[in-house]
């Protein structure tokens, strides 16, 4: 029997493995086609570009292992955005004032999402959508879609710490609190519990409203940093930039091995399919590829994945089959 | 049932014949759910560290008494006494403080998480935000496995352990934290096998040495009589009466539970003449059973036992078209047929109703009547490939409501709201639809109370008067003594012996099967 748990275990690990052999692979190719792929300029560019992406990609990991899903973060990220800059803009600030208003704002919307997921007791794929609809109407009414440009120096100039770029900096600490949370913190352990079988985790005393609060309101908070450090890096807050990105952030949660089942998932693995998606974006652009196509390649490189992760469990499970009989 | 009640094992609840106070009692409790009686006046004690089963019909109050001991419900009357101390009512909290921990027949553990976690799971719930100390919960979930004298692997995922592990994962969880003094089980032996059953027993007679009582909630008889010493019988929301279980015989438990008499009488030896509508002969498929012969009359019911894993399931998957042979023939009505597909078996007037029903048999939230007609949509579509509703309406009427009488008013009820013997007949029903000549149940009552399984088997032998062949698939050694004229056993994938229902004993079957 142990020889079956540890095979077992090495799914998960088997996974992380595959992918970062197909990132090997992938980054050997496109460094072989393309002189500028490796070249420091273009990392460094890539870890920027990418790190926003992996900021709310942490929130929605911690709303996918609870057994929930978020579609809204985008949406929350562009409304707390907004209210952050239109702040600034107008009545001047600082960093402490950006970062509270932002995350606060996040957080702020995130709970309201777990108060009517959990009350309605709706699904929250549906709840989500439709704030995710009507967060963004309410920005795009309030604001007229209008950009704010004019924001403060002390906001949009670069920073960096020991040479690293301030939005590459903010994803990891990001994302290591996030591997603190759910690895060594009772209340992430909850968090697998509740994803695991949420009956169980009501019978164990777990209390559901403030979990579902917490993580909610966890991947609020993400959205809310994502939103500040997107807007310290392209200088300007436009209401419908980030919208659209929900899906892509969810793609590269899904392919670093979380389930939508609820109960997997790792921040390791959420960081390999990042950075999958990152360096096939970007491999093809270099290489010329027209942005069309894109979509294509990247819905591909998903389908294969989860298909045989899928695979993999079938082909276990029929083993333990056989094992049994 | 007024007979049942006079009768002279009636015992007294409160006081004892050894006259050992309990250290619970529940006296005079009564609970309705909006015009449902649930529970009229029912008195019920637990001794310290007895071995108490809990029997009863589904819907006979069972699950509501253990909620109202786990503090999930409060009585309309009544008192809980815990140590001569009476509450109106119990909380959840105030109940596990008590030492009284549940194992639901689900056992709500984390497939996700590791034996220990699961285990000592109470570690994180305690104080949220703080470092989950991993060692403190191994060492904490090492303890109690040490006290009940198993060893479990505690970094395996518990999603990747057999139920009877997973049993034991629950098991040591009840026993984390409080001091427990009763531990009940909801169902524990449902989905287990013999000698996980005995490893159970074992486990339960271990918590009795360590002064833990436990209370178990079953419908298998045989359970009840080797592993209880008291029995406490419900039925429609009363209690009958607590007895002491070496003072019963399985036919008087039987009566009691349901209150029928079964008269259990075995089949005389089928002796037709007629040409066999099911032939098997050389039927072998690498790995599963090998070199099966077997023939199967019209009217006839042909028992067929072997443990879990020992092919049965396999040969009848491969005679519904499943699982196909690697060598061997098939003959139906003499022909030689390959059935390739079940659709193929299905052509071929063959039904298969699966072990598992829930997850194979029926759509559970669909209505009865789409389930009964789901098999036959092609026979009942009109001229323009339409359903036709008059049609449908016929089948649904004649096999659900005359044939089978299955107990709904409606046939658009969802199949979910049935009770398990019901959903069985629904399943039935949608076989029998297809008019088939030969029909495999395998193993039809698992989850069904005796009650209900008695009416399954009644259908089972009108169906075979009627001419149909059944082959009964099943791992209950009694079942199948009494229901078929002829016996199999199936041992290592191939069929070991052939018996005469009435010239072997139950005690020399179970010798065969688990030699």
């Known amino acids: 029997m142990p020889d079956q748990h540890s095979s077992y275990k090495a799914v998960f690990h088997r996974h992380d493995v595959q992918l970062l052999g197909?990132?090997?692979?992938?980054?050997?190719?496109?460094?072989?086609?393309?002189?500028?792929?490796?070249?420091?300029s273009n990392l460094?560019?890539?870890?920027?570009?990418?790190?926003?992406?992996?900021?709310?990609?942490?929130?929605?990991?911690?709303?996918?292992?609870?057994?929930?899903?978020?579609?809204?973060?985008?949406?929350?990220?562009?409304?707390?955005?907004?209210?952050?800059?239109?702040?600034?803009?107008?009545?001047?600030?600082?960093?402490?004032?950006?970062?509270?208003?932002?995350?606060?704002?996040?957080?702020?919307?995130?709970?309201?999402?777990?108060?009517?997921?959990?009350?309605?007791?709706?699904?929250?794929?549906?709840?989500?959508?439709?704030?995710?609809?009507?967060?963004?109407?309410?920005?795009?009414?309030?604001?007229?879609?209008?950009?704010?440009?004019?924001?403060?120096?002390?906001?949009?100039?670069?920073?960096?710490?020991?040479?690293?770029?301030?939005?590459?900096?903010?994803?990891?600490?990001?994302?290591?609190?996030?591997?603190?949370?759910?690895?060594?913190?009772?209340?992430?352990?909850?968090?697998?519990g509740l994803g695991g079988n949420p009956e169980a985790a009501k019978r164990m005393g777990c209390n559901l409203l403030g979990l579902q609060c917490f993580v909610y309101g966890y991947s609020g908070f993400m959205a809310g940093i994502a939103g500040l450090v997107q807007a310290h890096r392209v200088e300007e807050v436009v209401p419908n930039a980030l919208i659209g990105r929900e899906l892509d952030v969810l793609a590269a949660v899904v392919l670093g091995g979380a389930s939508l089942l609820g109960g997997i998932g790792t921040v390791s693995g959420m960081v390999l399919g990042i950075v999958l998606l990152a360096i096939l974006q970007n491999g093809l652009t270099l290489l010329g590829v027209s942005s069309y196509s894109f979509g294509f390649v990247t819905g591909l490189v998903i389908l294969m994945s989860v298909s045989a992760t899928a695979y993999a469990a079938k082909h276990q499970q029929k083993q333990r089959v056989r094992h049994a009989n | 049932m007024t007979e049942i009640l006079s009768s002279s094992q009636r015992q007294e609840t409160g006081t004892t014949p050894e006259g050992e106070t309990p250290f619970i009692e529940m006296r005079g409790i009564s609970k309705r759910f909006g015009g449902v009686r649930a529970l009229i006046d029912v008195s019920f004690s637990i001794r310290?560290?007895?071995?108490?089963?809990?029997?009863?019909?589904?819907?006979?109050?069972?699950?509501?008494?253990?909620?109202?001991?786990?503090?999930?419900?409060?009585?309309?009357?009544?008192?809980?006494?815990?140590?001569?101390?009476?509450?109106?009512?119990?909380?959840?909290?105030?109940?596990?403080?008590?030492?009284?921990?549940?194992?639901?027949?689900?056992?709500?553990?984390?497939?996700?998480?590791?034996?220990?976690?699961?285990?000592?799971?109470?570690?994180?719930?305690?104080?949220?935000?703080?470092?989950?100390?991993?060692?403190?919960?191994?060492?904490?979930?090492?303890?109690?496995?040490?006290?009940?004298?198993?060893?479990?692997?505690?970094?395996?995922?518990?999603?990747?352990?057999?139920?009877?592990?997973?049993?034991?994962?629950?098991?040591?969880?009840?026993?984390?934290?409080?001091?427990?003094?009763?531990?009940?089980?909801?169902?524990?032996?449902?989905?287990?096998?013999?000698?996980?059953?005995?490893?159970?027993?074992?486990?339960?007679?271990?918590?009795?040495?360590?002064?833990?009582?436990?209370?178990?909630?079953?419908?298998?008889?045989?359970?009840?009589?080797?592993?209880?010493?008291?029995?406490?019988?419900?039925?429609?929301?009363?209690?009958?009466?607590?007895?002491?279980?070496?003072?019963?015989?399985?036919?008087?438990?039987?009566?009691?539970?349901?209150?029928h008499v079964f008269e259990s009488s075995l089949k005389a030896p089928f002796s037709s003449k007629v040409e066999p509508m099911l032939e098997v002969s050389g039927l072998t498929r690498e790995g599963q059973y090998a070199d099966v012969d077997l023939e199967l009359r019209p009217g006839e019911i042909l028992g067929l036992i072997g443990r879990l894993g020992s092919g049965r399931t396999e040969l009848a998957l491969s005679l519904f078209g499943m699982n196909p042979p690697?060598?061997?023939?098939?003959?139906?009505?003499?022909?030689?047929?390959?059935?390739?597909?079940?659709?193929?078996?299905?052509?071929?007037?063959?039904?298969?109703?699966?072990?598992?029903?829930?997850?194979?048999?029926?759509?559970?939230?669909?209505?009865?009547?789409?389930?009964?007609?789901?098999?036959?949509?092609?026979?009942?579509?009109?001229?323009?490939?339409?359903?036709?509703?008059?049609?449908?309406?016929?089948?649904?009427?004649?096999?659900?409501?005359?044939?089978?009488?299955?107990?709904?008013?409606?046939?658009?009820?969802?199949?979910?709201?049935?009770?398990?013997?019901?959903?069985?007949?629904?399943?039935?029903?949608?076989?029998?639809?297809?008019?088939?000549r030969v029909l495999i149940l395998d193993s039809p009552t698992v989850g069904v109370d005796i009650g209900a399984k008695a009416g399954i088997f009644q259908v089972v032998d009108q169906l075979a008067a009627r001419g149909l062949a059944i082959l009964l698939i099943s791992d209950e050694v009694e079942e199948v003594l009494y229901q078929s004229h002829r016996i199999l056993v199936m041992r290592s994938g191939q069929i070991v012996g052939t018996y005469d229902p009435q010239r072997v004993s139950e005690q020399e079957l179970r010798e065969v099967i688990y030699a």
């Open chain 2, 48 to 259: 310290a560290a007895e071995i108490h089963c809990l029997a009863g019909e589904n819907g006979c109050g069972k699950s509501t008494l253990i909620k109202i001991l786990s503090g999930v419900h409060a009585p309309d009357e009544g008192q809980i006494i815990l140590e001569g101390k009476p509450h109106s009512h119990l909380s959840p909290a105030a109940s596990q403080r008590f030492g009284v921990q549940i194992i639901y027949q689900d056992l709500s553990l984390f497939p996700n998480l590791s034996v220990a976690e699961n285990i000592a799971f109470g570690h994180h719930v305690q104080t949220p935000v703080r470092l989950a100390d991993p060692k403190a919960m191994r060492k904490q979930a090492q303890a109690v496995m040490e006290r009940l004298k198993i060893s479990l692997p505690l970094e395996a995922l518990v999603g990747t352990l057999p139920i009877a592990t997973r049993q034991l994962v629950a098991i040591c969880r009840a026993l984390v934290g409080e001091q427990a003094r009763l531990i009940v089980m909801d169902e524990p032996t449902a989905s287990l096998t013999h000698q996980e059953v005995d490893a159970l027993l074992a486990i339960i007679h271990e918590l009795k040495r360590q002064g833990i009582a436990t209370v178990f909630v079953s419908h298998r008889l045989d359970e009840v009589m080797t592993i209880a010493e008291r029995v406490t019988v419900l039925r429609d929301g009363r209690n009958l009466g607590t007895y002491w279980v070496r003072d019963l015989d399985r036919n008087r438990l039987g009566e009691l539970i349901t209150g």
């Open chain 1, 22 to 40: 197909i990132i090997v692979v992938m980054a050997v190719i496109f460094s072989a086609l393309s002189k500028s792929f490796l070249s420091p």
């Open chain 1, 44 to 192: 460094v560019s890539l870890l920027e570009n990418y790190s926003v992406m992996a900021i709310m990609a942490a929130g929605l990991l911690v709303v996918l292992i609870s057994g929930g899903i978020d579609i809204s973060f985008a949406a929350i990220a562009a409304v707390s955005q907004y209210v952050m800059a239109t702040v600034l803009v107008r009545f001047g600030g600082n960093w402490l004032v950006a970062f509270g208003l932002s995350a606060g704002f996040g957080i702020l919307l995130g709970i309201v999402n777990a108060l009517l997921i959990y009350y309605l007791r709706a699904l929250s794929v549906i709840v989500t959508i439709s704030m995710m609809t009507f967060y963004f109407a309410i920005l795009m009414f309030v604001t007229d879609g209008k950009s704010l440009y004019n924001l403060p120096d002390w906001f949009t100039d670069d920073l960096s710490l020991f040479g690293i770029p301030f939005p590459v900096v903010v994803a990891a600490i990001v994302l290591l609190v996030t591997l603190f949370l759910l690895s060594r913190l009772s209340i992430g352990r909850q968090i697998y």
């Open chain 2, 326 to 436: 690697d060598s061997g023939a098939i003959r139906v009505n003499g022909k030689p047929v390959h059935l390739r597909t079940n659709r193929e078996a299905i052509r071929q007037k063959i039904a298969y109703v699966s072990e598992d029903r829930l997850s194979l048999g029926l759509v559970m939230p669909q209505t009865i009547a789409d389930n009964t007609v789901v098999s036959v949509l092609d026979r009942l579509t009109g001229p323009l490939g339409l359903i036709d509703g008059a049609r449908r309406a016929q089948t649904i009427d004649r096999w659900i409501f005359q044939e089978l009488h299955v107990k709904t008013n409606t046939a658009d009820r969802p199949v979910q709201q049935l009770s398990g013997g019901n959903q069985q007949r629904v399943v039935l029903s949608k076989w029998l639809a297809t008019d088939p």
